[in-house]
């Protein structure tokens, strides 16, 4: 989420950031869906969008909910490797 004009964000979308999680595992289309059902289960996560093809997630989330190190815990738990946080997203 651009951040840059904050004015023009309402208050519940200030504390929302996007990122993107490089994931090492994923090999299948049941991958994709574990790897969404269990960043969606994360409270504060509003959305995941998982490409297999780029092995990333991204996630919009609330950050005084949940945080990075949760959601690399909870791919973790699955038996995913998330590898380093990827680019931010513009």
């Given amino acids: ?4 004009n904050i004015d023009n964000l309402s208050p519940e979308e200030r504390f929302f950031d996007t ?3 490089e994931i090492d595992g994923m090999t299948c289309d049941e991958c994709v869906r574990t790897i969404e059902l269990a960043l ?3 409270d504060g996560v509003r959305e995941v969008h998982v490409d297999r093809a780029k092995r990333l997630a991204t996630v919009i989330y609330d950050t005084r909910k949940t945080h990075m190190p949760a959601l690399h815990d909870i791919l ?3 038996g995913y490797h998330p590898t380093r946080f990827a680019e ?3």
Wanted: no cysteine.
């Fill in 1 to 4: 989420m651009d951040k840059r």
């Fill in 19 to 21: 990122s993107n999680i």
């Fill in 40 to 42: 969606r289960g994360v």
């Fill in 76 to 78: 973790l738990s699955r």
């Fill in 88 to 90: 931010p997203v513009r």
